[in-house]
């Protein structure tokens, strides 16, 4: 289960790391295929796979240790995923990334929890 976490942490890393310069420059940026794993997911395994990819971009992009992002990362992954709703639920299922509209609330969710944007 650890595995599929933290694989599914990765598909979602690279997912926003794809997306997000689409976000800004107004184009859409290729997306890794659909993730199986996240067709049953509850909110709070969302939540994780959102706070395990929080860890590994934030620690990348901040040159700086996990441990010390994950107060940081708990609120961005807690504010994104209470912000979603379930259409938003029902995409991530889907595809195991976020669609446009739940990638505007993890932006604002980095925003307000200090967090820098991977653009």
């Known amino acids: 289960m650890r595995l599929a976490t933290v694989s599914g942490a990765f598909v979602f890393a690279v997912a926003m790391t794809a997306a997000l310069p689409a976000l800004a420059s107004g184009t859409t940026a290729p997306?890794?295929?659909p993730d199986p794993t996240a067709a049953n997911l509850s909110p709070a395994q969302i939540r994780e796979r959102?706070?395990?990819a929080c860890l590994v971009t934030q620690a990348?992009?901040?040159?700086?240790?996990?441990e010390?992002?994950?107060e940081p990362c708990r609120c961005y992954a807690r504010r994104t995923i209470a912000a979603m709703t379930q259409d938003e639920i029902a995409a991530f299922r889907q595809t195991g990334y976020f669609n446009d509209s739940a990638r505007?609330?993890?932006l604002e969710a980095l925003d307000a929890c200090n967090l820098r944007r991977p653009i």
């Open 68 to 70: 010390t992002l994950r």
């Open 50 to 52: 959102a706070y395990d």
């Open 60 to 66: 990348k992009i901040m040159a700086t240790p996990r």
């Open 31 to 33: 997306l890794p295929p």
């Open 104 to 106: 505007g609330k993890a």
